[in-house]
Every structure is written in structure tokens, then in C-alpha cells.
């Protein structure tokens, strides 16, 4: 059930007061909450005592009240909590010992007061003074106690009538059980605060070792493999006499090698920038033809070498609101895949379409497909890095990125697969429309 208009506002107006969780600690929410409906209690109890004849007992509560104010100042404005903690305790547990005089004594309710302070001390204070409060708390009721049992006429402070009596008990009982009822809510209110925090944060760390495995894996595999293999080609060229036939072999594996390696070095490092700087997105107009063909040039002689039709038909007019950069390592990344889990005398598809107020990219190969087991991952840097079909080797990082990208462009993407028949990603970023001309290109 949602929750009343008017309770919210109160509710963002008293956190306001106490401290808002992740700026201010848990212990120092729970003293200034306390401290707020301390002055609260004491601008009650000030015409109160006045009221049933204890005007003594009524200048009392007016020093409790400039004490807890500043007390509050101290700890929510000037943010020294410990000291505030540890000077108010033992201040306030003396005037509450001088009230004690002026209240009526053992038959007023100072005793309970001295209750409430010790049960709020022990919430906010830390751990190693709890032995303290108690001991200095029971001390000081103690002699209260044997002072006025050896020195009755000490009490000044009495009852004109029964009636005074009661209404000051039953009222110190009902302010008292109202300030440990708020803050026993309030505790566990921010200790839940506390532990959602917590929990926010075991998230983004197990994050965080994901990605630091994720680098580790990169640096001790994934790229060591590829520049061992270059070294093993220079070898070979060097120590060894080679027709011309194993050469330009030998060098198209070189190249081969030389190109994966580039292509998981440029995500490596653009993935490492945005780890260290944060992803900085830079939204202008962007020609989808201006993009598109340059990366289909680049991957023409890579499909050709794997016998793979490489059609593309791309709508000029088309103009969407993006990052030139981002928009290139997305469509790379794309195309790259489609080519490497693409076999020989399989065809890739890529095309550009208009969907509502949005353009969407196509690029569809007839490859193995994506394994069900695999598609809930695929995003993320816990997907694996697979071989390609003549073994090429990612590392796993291109897709994340992909997601990411497109997402602070105000983009999406997504996919669909079915093992044996292919896979189709779909790239929707908002579309700028231009007059309508096409453009329809083939590579194989």
C-alpha cells in the first residue's frame, strides 16, 4: 500500500534533520533522531512541569533543551559525533541528577529518566564505553538515592496535589516509551538503510573481481596466445627455407593472427578506459552510411579469405543520434563475430531499417548459432571466449562493450539465435531523418 502524501514529506523532512545514509554513519542518524525528539520532549515538558507546580523541574527541562540543541549542532552540523556523544552523555546525566532534586525525588520520575538516557547511550555509543555508561549511569543513581535516604529534606522539589503526581509520572512514562519506540524504529529503519548499502556494495565488488579475473585471464591467455603465435611465424620465416607458396601462407596467418589480436587489444583498452575515466558519451548526428562502409572495406578480404558472402544494404538518408566512436566498435564488433563464427560458404547480411522513430541495424549470419546455455551470459563478463570457425580466438569482451555502448547512446541491443541456422543482433539507436535515397552495395 503506497504510502500518504503528506507522511513522505515528513519522512524526507526528518531525514533531512538526522542525515542521509551513505553521507552520514548509523550511529550519528540514531543520536541526532534522538537528540530531535529530545527537544521535542523538552518543549513539551517545560509548560508541562510549570503547569502541575514544579517550576524548578521546568527550568530543568529548559537547560535540557538548549543542551540538546546544541548537542545536535555539534553532531549534525559540525560533525564531531564521539566528542558530542561523550560530553552530552555525561552533561545531561547530570542535569537530569539535578532535576532529580527538584522532581520530587524517589517518588518522581527521575529514575526513569536516568532509564531512557542509559538505553539511548547504549544504542549510540560505541562498543568500549557501554561498560562506562553502565557503571557511571548505576553510580550516579546510587548516590541520588543515598543522599536523599540519609538527607530526606534535600528534595526540594514536591507534588502540590495526587492528581500532580500521577499526570507527571504517567507523562515522563508516555514521553519516555515515545522516544524509545522512535528510536528502536529509527535503528532498525537505518540498520536496513545499512545493510541494502552493504549489499549494493558486495554487488559492485563482486563486480570488480569479475573484472580484475576477467584482466588476468586476458593478460595470462588470451593475448599471450596470439603473440606467441607471431613469434613461433617470425621464427619459422627466419630459420627456415620457405617456397614462395609456404611464405604468402605463412604470412596470411601472420596477418590473421595480427588482426585478432588488434581487434582484442583496441576492446581491451577501450574497456580499460572506461574502468578508469568512466564511459564519456559524445551525442551528435551521425551518417549510418558514413559509418557502415568503411567497416565493410575493412572486412571485405577477411570474408573473401573465408569464402563468405558479405552483402550490405545500407539506406543513406539514414542519420542517428550517437557516438561516431561507440557506434564504430559496436558495428566492428559485430560484423567481426559474424565473420569469425560464420563457416566457409556462409553468407552475412547487413542491413539498415527504419523502426518507428528509431534505426536499426541487422547484421545476420547462418553460422552454428548461440548455445542456450550461453545466451544468458552473453553480455556480460562472465561469457565466455570462444574459438571461431578456422579457430580464431576474442576474448570475451567485444559483447559487453557492445551493450554498454549502446546503452548510454539512449540505444538497445539485442539478439536471436537458434543453434545450426544462424544468429541476427539488432542495434536500434533514435533516427534523424534526411530525403529518402538508397544506396545497395555487395561484397563477397
Not at 541526532?32 to 527537544?39: D, E, K, L
Not at 503547569?51 to 535540557?64: N, Q, R
Not at 571485405?300 to 579469405?305: F, G
Request: one cysteine or more; proline letters at 4%; a neutral charge.
Amino acid at each position: 500500500m503506497e504510502k500518504p502524501l503528506l507522511f513522505k514529506s515528513i519522512q524526507r523532512y526528518f531525514s533531512a534533520l538526522v542525515g542521509v545514509p551513505g553521507e552520514t554513519t548509523l550511529e550519528s542518524r540514531i543520536f541526532n533522531s534522538i537528540c530531535v525528539v529530545g527537544i521535542v520532549a523538552m518543549l513539551y515538558n517545560i509548560p508541562f512541569n510549570y503547569f502541575i507546580g514544579l517550576p524548578e523541574a521546568s527550568l530543568v527541562s529548559f537547560l535540557l533543551f538548549i543542551a540538546l540543541s546544541f548537542l545536535y549542532y555539534l553532531s549534525r552540523i559540525k560533525n564531531k559525533f564521539y566528542l558530542t556523544v561523550s560530553t552530552g552523555g555525561v552533561f545531561v546525566t547530570l542535569l537530569l541528577a539535578g532535576n532529580y532534586f527538584f522532581n520530587a525525588g524517589v517518588v518522581g520520575p527521575s529514575i526513569l529518566l536516568f532509564m531512557y538516557v542509559y538505553f539511548l547511550l547504549a544504542i549510540v555509543s560505541p562498543s568500549r564505553q557501554h561498560v562506562f555508561w553502565f557503571c557511571f549511569n548505576f553510580l550516579v543513581v546510587f548516590t541520588l538515592l543515598s543522599v536523599e535516604y540519609f538527607y530526606p529534606d534535600s528534595v526540594v522539589g514536591g507534588y502540590s496535589s495526587r492528581l500532580n503526581q500521577i499526570l507527571d509520572v504517567g507523562s515522563s512514562y508516555l514521553v519516555g516509551i515515545v522516544m524509545i519506540y522512535l528510536a528502536t524504529y529509527f535503528f532498525k529503519k537505518a540498520y536496513r538503510a545499512e545493510q541494502r548499502l552493504v549489499e549494493e556494495k558486495s554487488v559492485v565488488l563482486e563486480r570488480l573481481n569479475a573484472e580484475k579475473s576477467k584482466l588476468f585471464s586476458i593478460i595470462s591467455h588470451d593475448l599471450r596466445s596470439p603473440l606467441a603465435s607471431v613469434q613461433q611465424y617470425i621464427e619459422i620465416l627466419r630459420e627456415t627455407d620457405l617456397d614462395d607458396a609456404q611464405k604468402k601462407r605463412i604470412e596470411s596467418d601472420l596477418l590473421d593472427v595480427i588482426n585478432h589480436t588488434q581487434e582484442m587489444l583496441f576492446n581491451l583498452l577501450s574497456w580499460s578506459t572506461t574502468q578508469m575515466n568512466g564511459t564519456k558519451v559524445e551525442l551528435t548526428h551521425v551518417n549510418i552510411s558514413t559509418v557502415l562502409k568503411p567497416i565493410i572495406e575493412i572486412y571485405k578480404p577477411l570474408a573473401l579469405k573465408k569464402e563468405i558472402q558479405l552483402a550490405y544494404s545500407i539506406h543513406t538518408p539514414f542519420e542517428v543520434v550517437a557516438d561516431s566512436n561507440m557506434l564504430q566498435l559496436i558495428v566492428r564488433n559485430l560484423v567481426g563475430n559474424a565473420i569469425k563464427f560464420t563457416p566457409s560458404g556462409g553468407s552475412i547480411g547487413v542491413e539498415v531499417l527504419e523502426s518507428q522513430s528509431n534505426c536499426v541495424i541487422v547484421v545476420k549470419d547462418n553460422g552454428g548459432g548461440i548455445k542456450p546455455e550461453d545466451k544468458a551470459t552473453l553480455f556480460s563478463l562472465k561469457s565466455r571466449s570462444t574459438f571461431g570457425t578456422n579457430n580464431e580466438k576474442g576474448v570475451g569482451l567485444g559483447l559487453f562493450l557492445c551493450k554498454e555502448y549502446a546503452e548510454v547512446q539512449q540505444g538497445k541491443l539485442w539478439f536471436e539465435s537458434e543453434p545450426g541456422v544462424g544468429t541476427t543482433f539488432y542495434l536500434s539507436l533514435p533516427l534523424v531523418r534526411l530525403p529518402e535515397t538508397v544506396l545497395i552495395g555487395k561484397a563477397a
